[in-house]
């Protein structure tokens, strides 16, 4: 919790500051990375913790990744692919990803309180800190894009359709959960690569970074 | 068809059957994907098992399918990654994608497909170990540091595709693992290394919060021993020599003269000694010891400025003796009188009594001396009490006593000096008897030991018969008691000496000092 608040402040003065125009976007780059960094290895310890006690049929019978609602934002799939990519189109990919995650976030924190498993609390726990890493990590993404064009500032953001409690048993509840989870972190994995490829490019002044 | 082709044909069937019925005759067994594997997330290596009653003529494929691929596609290359694996290269490895592998092993029987194994090339990242982990000490004030440092993971990280993060383990030989997480960096430093213990040091990686390498090789080092922490051994073990020997000769030194048992008190003299009193000048112990007092008075006479030869007691606490010149000393409110001389021959301390006997017989002589350091030499009355006593020719120290206090110490209203004894830890003389009557010393000593931890007002219990004619020589002496009668000095001196452990009282109420001859 003293980490998100900590990133709050950290936001809100560079908000101040950016508007004065002082921060350069390589800096506010680094930041927002640093964000998505802990994002990325939030949701990862989130999958590790829950499949200590996942019920082993649910591998086999978990949905396929493509099912994620947000298959439909395509970008780059490799490196190169990563390389060549535009920066206002990454940027703009970056911040609708996140947005998309907006509802679904809630629903996963709504449902991780009476998540049928063990380490529920923890889980619960990391949830919220999760949602407040990502609204942070999106105010800073708002000043980024602002900074950068208007082009970079276009959301096409996909809608979570999904059900709200998740299932109506425990089984499907947890095997849900663990569905949703795994999106999210291949999302924010994708938005972590984004950004620090990102970075390094507005760094090329900075050999050291990369 | 000719009869040769059919031959052949013939030939080929009966190998085949041949070849079946030595072989199993049966399509292969399932095989088993085992593991993916993606060093640096651009590509990948896939590995599977055979089962183990597969032929030799097995022969395996991999297919695969891709999310958001359509179609079946074959493992691009079988050879690069050895036998039984797939290696898929930079064109074919896309992130963020799933892959769906199956296993197919092939036979003359036919075919049995594996499991479908699926994986996400970012979940199967797993670089490999770091290398060329260098270790170098650094020896700053003899505080040794261990610096480490290593390559850092170079693919990718130059256009922030993957972002590898570092730890690090190390431990001393014969001791746990200690695991530091290092970041980014590719250096790390152990601070306050052990003197004269051998390091080992590990490091591994990871690569997008993914799954750790293995570790590094080991490798080694030796820190040396500290040298200034031998100094500084050496340095204490001597200076606890030194301080014993210290002590030791402070010991043998006290002893010498205190003839104390107690090292404690030989301590306790030496760092707290008692503050001398004031010496007259002039005046040789050793004279008085051996009995020749008219010559110790002539060369006080005549040597005011003779060196003042070593005191034995310079652990007495002396005080000036309260003297007055004049009979109302008598009559009058004796309480002035306090006098008292304080040798430390006489302890408040019981178990100290048994000492004094022997201080006694040889400090009623010293007593005497101080008796004569109160002797203000400068007075006029004093020298009249000299002279007179120099012209008595008497040899016996006696009549060095004689040579008493007067007007030490002038206080306020009175001529005599005060000496507040409220403390009975502080040692007081109660040999001033003996100073004058050395014959009786030892009894006088031990009546006045018998008493001193308690009450000094011991006056009433004097004899009056003892007070000043114990010495024979001296009663011979008419001229002594010429000198006693009349001089109110005598009876000041008899009260002197019987108040010697008087505190308060001082010479209080005995008249009958008037008539001891």
Not at chain 2, 215 to 231: A, C, G, L, M
């Given at each position: 919790m003293e980490g998100t608040k900590t990133l709050k402040f950290f936001v809100t003065v560079v908000c101040m500051v950016a508007v004065a125009g002082a921060i350069p976007i390589g800096d506010l780059l680094d930041l927002a990375s640093q964000h998505s960094d802990k994002l990325h290895s939030l949701s990862t310890l989130l999958t590790h913790e829950l499949d200590t006690?996942?019920?082993?049929i649910g591998h086999k019978i978990m949905p396929r990744?493509?099912?994620?609602?947000?298959?439909?934002?395509?970008?780059?799939?490799d490196k190169i692919q990563a390389l060549q990519f535009p920066e206002h189109d990454l940027l703009s990919l970056v911040r609708s990803l996140l947005q998309s995650w907006a509802d679904p976030l809630l629903v996963l924190s709504a449902n991780a309180n009476t998540l049928?498993?063990?380490a529920q609390s923890t889980i619960a726990s990391k949830v919220q800190e999760l949602r407040d890493n990502s609204n942070s990590l999106g105010h800073g993404l708002d000043i980024l894009s602002g900074k950068m064009?208007?082009?970079?500032?276009i959301l096409s953001i996909s809608p979570y359709d999904g059900?709200?409690?998740?299932?109506?048993?425990n089984i499907s509840k947890l095997l849900n959960f663990q569905f949703l989870l795994s999106c999210f972190r291949r999302d924010s994995h994708k938005i972590d690569s984004f950004l620090k490829v990102l970075r390094c490019r507005a760094a090329k002044m900075q050999p050291n970074m990369c | 068809m000719t009869l040769s082709t059919r031959l052949k044909r013939l030939v080929g069937w009966a190998l085949v059957i041949l070849i079946s019925a030595v072989s199993h005759n049966s399509p292969p067994g399932k095989p088993v994907l085992k593991q993916c594997h993606s060093p640096d997330k651009e590509i990948f290596t896939c590995w599977w098992e055979p089962n183990?009653?597969?032929?030799?003529?097995t022969t395996y494929r991999l297919l695969y399918e891709k999310e958001l691929t359509i179609g079946i596609l074959e493992c691009p290359d079988y050879h690069t990654a050895g036998k039984n694996s797939c290696f898929f290269d930079k064109n074919h490895t896309s992130i963020w994608v799933d892959y769906f592998l199956t296993v197919v092993a092939i036979n003359a029987f036919g075919n049995t497909t594996s499991d479908v194994y699926k994986i996400d090339v970012v979940d199967i990242v797993k670089p490999n170990p770091p290398e060329n982990v260098t270790l170098w000490l650094e020896l700053c004030e003899d505080i040794p540091t261990i610096h480490v440092t290593w390559n850092s993971?170079?693919?990718?990280t130059k256009c922030g595709w993957i972002t590898p993060k570092y730890q690090l383990r190390f431990k001393k030989v014969d001791s746990k693992w200690n695991i530091k997480y290092v970041g980014e960096q590719t250096q790390f430093s152990i601070y306050s290394a052990s003197p004269g213990k051998l390091y080992i040091v590990q490091v591994q990686c990871a690569l997008d919060n993914g799954a750790w390498s293995e570790w590094s090789n080991t490798t080694f080092i030796q820190v040396p021993r500290s040298e200034s922490k031998q100094h500084i051994w050496i340095l204490v073990s001597f200076s606890a020599i030194l301080l014993f020997a210290a002590v030791c000769i402070m010991f043998i030194k006290k002893k010498r003269y205190t003839?104390?048992?107690?090292l404690f008190h030989s301590i306790q003299q030496w760092l707290l000694p008692p503050v001398p009193g004031p010496r007259i000048k002039g005046i040789d112990v050793q004279l008085l010891k051996n009995g020749r007092s008219h010559e110790a008075t002539r060369a006080l006479l005549i040597n005011h400025g003779f060196p003042w030869n070593g005191?034995?007691?310079?652990?007495q606490a002396e005080e000036y003796l309260l003297v007055r010149d004049d009979n109302k000393l008598l009559n009058e409110?004796?309480?002035?009188?306090?006098g008292k001389m304080i040798s430390?021959?006489?302890?408040?301390?019981?178990?100290i009594n048994n000492q004094l006997n022997v201080h006694n017989s040889m400090n009623f002589k010293e007593e005497k001396t101080i008796l004569d350091d109160l002797v203000?030499?400068?007075q006029s009355e004093l020298v009249n009490e000299l002279n007179y006593v120099n012209t008595m020719?008497?040899?016996?120290a006696f009549s060095i006593d004689t040579i008493y206090v007067r007007n030490v110490k002038p206080v306020e209203?009175?001529?005599?000096?005060?000496?507040?004894?409220?403390?009975?830890d502080m040692e007081y003389s109660t040999v001033r008897e003996p100073m004058l009557f050395p014959e009786k010393q030892n009894k006088v000593i031990n009546r006045q030991q018998e008493r001193l931890p308690y009450d000094y007002t011991r006056v009433k219990e004097v004899?009056?018969?003892?007070?000043?004619?114990?010495?024979p020589s001296f009663r011979n002496n008419t001229q002594n008691t010429d000198y006693i009668n009349p001089t109110p000095l005598h009876p000041v001196t008899e009260k002197v000496h019987e108040c010697a452990e008087s505190l308060n009282d001082?010479?209080?109420?005995?008249?009958h000092t008037h008539n001891v001859k």
């Amino acid at each position: 919790m003293e980490g998100t608040k900590t990133l709050k402040f950290f936001v809100t003065v560079v908000c101040m500051v950016a508007v004065a125009g002082a921060i350069p976007i390589g800096d506010l780059l680094d930041l927002a990375s640093q964000h998505s960094d802990k994002l990325h290895s939030l949701s990862t310890l989130l999958t590790h913790e829950l499949d200590t006690h996942f019920p082993p049929i649910g591998h086999k019978i978990m949905p396929r990744p493509s099912m994620c609602h947000t298959a439909t934002l395509q970008g780059p799939t490799d490196k190169i692919q990563a390389l060549q990519f535009p920066e206002h189109d990454l940027l703009s990919l970056v911040r609708s990803l996140l947005q998309s995650w907006a509802d679904p976030l809630l629903v996963l924190s709504a449902n991780a309180n009476t998540l049928p498993h063990p380490a529920q609390s923890t889980i619960a726990s990391k949830v919220q800190e999760l949602r407040d890493n990502s609204n942070s990590l999106g105010h800073g993404l708002d000043i980024l894009s602002g900074k950068m064009g208007p082009a970079s500032q276009i959301l096409s953001i996909s809608p979570y359709d999904g059900n709200a409690d998740l299932g109506e048993d425990n089984i499907s509840k947890l095997l849900n959960f663990q569905f949703l989870l795994s999106c999210f972190r291949r999302d924010s994995h994708k938005i972590d690569s984004f950004l620090k490829v990102l970075r390094c490019r507005a760094a090329k002044m900075q050999p050291n970074m990369c | 068809m000719t009869l040769s082709t059919r031959l052949k044909r013939l030939v080929g069937w009966a190998l085949v059957i041949l070849i079946s019925a030595v072989s199993h005759n049966s399509p292969p067994g399932k095989p088993v994907l085992k593991q993916c594997h993606s060093p640096d997330k651009e590509i990948f290596t896939c590995w599977w098992e055979p089962n183990a009653h597969d032929g030799e003529d097995t022969t395996y494929r991999l297919l695969y399918e891709k999310e958001l691929t359509i179609g079946i596609l074959e493992c691009p290359d079988y050879h690069t990654a050895g036998k039984n694996s797939c290696f898929f290269d930079k064109n074919h490895t896309s992130i963020w994608v799933d892959y769906f592998l199956t296993v197919v092993a092939i036979n003359a029987f036919g075919n049995t497909t594996s499991d479908v194994y699926k994986i996400d090339v970012v979940d199967i990242v797993k670089p490999n170990p770091p290398e060329n982990v260098t270790l170098w000490l650094e020896l700053c004030e003899d505080i040794p540091t261990i610096h480490v440092t290593w390559n850092s993971f170079n693919i990718g990280t130059k256009c922030g595709w993957i972002t590898p993060k570092y730890q690090l383990r190390f431990k001393k030989v014969d001791s746990k693992w200690n695991i530091k997480y290092v970041g980014e960096q590719t250096q790390f430093s152990i601070y306050s290394a052990s003197p004269g213990k051998l390091y080992i040091v590990q490091v591994q990686c990871a690569l997008d919060n993914g799954a750790w390498s293995e570790w590094s090789n080991t490798t080694f080092i030796q820190v040396p021993r500290s040298e200034s922490k031998q100094h500084i051994w050496i340095l204490v073990s001597f200076s606890a020599i030194l301080l014993f020997a210290a002590v030791c000769i402070m010991f043998i030194k006290k002893k010498r003269y205190t003839n104390k048992c107690c090292l404690f008190h030989s301590i306790q003299q030496w760092l707290l000694p008692p503050v001398p009193g004031p010496r007259i000048k002039g005046i040789d112990v050793q004279l008085l010891k051996n009995g020749r007092s008219h010559e110790a008075t002539r060369a006080l006479l005549i040597n005011h400025g003779f060196p003042w030869n070593g005191m034995p007691w310079k652990n007495q606490a002396e005080e000036y003796l309260l003297v007055r010149d004049d009979n109302k000393l008598l009559n009058e409110d004796q309480k002035h009188t306090h006098g008292k001389m304080i040798s430390n021959n006489c302890h408040s301390k019981p178990n100290i009594n048994n000492q004094l006997n022997v201080h006694n017989s040889m400090n009623f002589k010293e007593e005497k001396t101080i008796l004569d350091d109160l002797v203000d030499t400068s007075q006029s009355e004093l020298v009249n009490e000299l002279n007179y006593v120099n012209t008595m020719k008497t040899d016996t120290a006696f009549s060095i006593d004689t040579i008493y206090v007067r007007n030490v110490k002038p206080v306020e209203n009175s001529r005599y000096v005060d000496i507040q004894r409220q403390d009975v830890d502080m040692e007081y003389s109660t040999v001033r008897e003996p100073m004058l009557f050395p014959e009786k010393q030892n009894k006088v000593i031990n009546r006045q030991q018998e008493r001193l931890p308690y009450d000094y007002t011991r006056v009433k219990e004097v004899n009056g018969d003892m007070l000043l004619l114990q010495d024979p020589s001296f009663r011979n002496n008419t001229q002594n008691t010429d000198y006693i009668n009349p001089t109110p000095l005598h009876p000041v001196t008899e009260k002197v000496h019987e108040c010697a452990e008087s505190l308060n009282d001082g010479y209080v109420d005995n008249p009958h000092t008037h008539n001891v001859k």
